[in-house]
Nanobody, 123 residues
Framework: QVQLVESGGGLVQAGGSLRLSCAASGRTFSSLYMGWFRQAPGKEREFVAAISTYGATKYYADSVKGRFTISRDNAKNTVYLQMNSLKPEDTAVYYC????????????????WGQGTQVTVSS
C-alpha cells in the first residue's frame, strides 16, 4: 500500500509561483509512476503532469506546459510540482497520485491518491 501526503498549497497572486510537494510512504518510491491532477468545483478531475520512475519521461497538460514543472527526488520519496506564472484558472484542489505500471495521464489508471491541497490564485 502507498500513502501520499501533499503540501505547499495556498493563496497566491496571478503571475506568482508556488511549489507543491507530495511525500510517499509504504512502498519503494522509485518503483512508482507519479502524477498531479487538479479539480475545481463542478469540474472533472483533470490531468496536470506525470513523471516516470526516474524522471526520464514527463507529460504535461497543454494548459500548463511551459509554466509547470514536475520533478522527483527518489532519495526523499517526494515528487514536486513547481507552478510558475499562475493564473486564476489554475485555482483548484491539487492531488498527487501514484501507480506501479506506467506513466499515465488518465486519473482512472492511478491506484493511490493524496488528500489534496488547495491552490487559490487571485487576480
Amino acid at each position: 500500500q502507498v500513502q501520499l501526503v501533499e503540501s505547499g498549497g495556498g493563496l497566491v497572486q496571478a503571475g506568482g509561483s508556488l511549489r507543491l510537494s507530495c511525500a510517499a510512504s509504504g512502498r519503494t518510491f522509485s518503483s512508482l509512476y507519479m502524477g498531479w491532477f487538479r479539480q475545481a468545483p463542478g469540474k472533472e478531475r483533470e490531468f496536470v503532469a506525470a513523471i516516470s520512475t526516474y524522471g526520464a519521461t514527463k507529460y504535461y497538460a497543454d494548459s500548463v506546459k511551459g509554466r509547470f514543472t514536475i520533478s522527483r527526488d527518489n532519495a526523499k520519496n517526494t515528487v514536486y510540482l513547481q507552478m510558475n506564472s499562475l493564473k486564476p484558472e489554475d485555482t483548484a484542489v491539487y492531488y498527487c497520485a501514484a501507480e506501479s505500471r506506467r506513466t499515465a495521464v488518465a486519473a482512472a489508471e492511478y491506484d493511490y491518491w493524496g488528500q489534496g491541497t488547495q491552490v487559490t490564485v487571485s487576480s
